[in-house]
């Protein structure tokens, strides 16, 4: 059964660094996108970073993470990483991992896979 399995999430002060990893059960090849989303209670969620190991490691990035964030992967591991520096408050979210892009844009389309998530909060 193919899965995704988040890990990495935590507590942190406004600032500091977090990375999250994504296992995948197969090689990141095999996706035409792999994705980091992300939901805080009572917002919609939103797509943080994208990236597609099949277009020469294309990557992409929400506005209110460029810069701070940075998304890639090993496929030696089947895992792809979403470090997150400056953290901020605003940051506060479960972080998911999506892959496998059925349709549309990499941060608003239909994704086949899902992970469980990761919680990640920032205190000021």
């Known amino acids: 059964q193919v899965q995704l399995v988040e890990s990495g999430g935590g507590s942190m002060q406004a600032g500091g660094s977090l990375r999250l990893s994504c296992a995948t059960s197969?090689?990141?090849?095999?996706?035409?996108?792999v994705a980091w989303f992300r939901q805080a209670p009572g917002k919609e969620r939103e797509g943080v970073a994208g990236?597609?190991?099949?277009?020469?490691?294309?990557?992409d990035y929400a506005a209110s993470v460029r810069g701070r964030f940075t998304i890639s992967y090993d496929n030696a591991k089947n895992t792809v990483y979403l470090q997150m520096n400056s953290l901020k408050p605003e940051d506060t979210a479960m972080y998911y991992c999506a892959a496998d892009l059925r349709g549309g844009s990499w941060s608003g389309g239909v994704y086949g896979l899902w992970g469980q998530g990761t919680q990640v909060t920032v205190s000021a």
């Open positions: 197969r090689d990141i090849y095999s996706y035409n996108y």
């Open positions: 990236i597609g190991a099949r277009a020469a490691g294309w990557t």
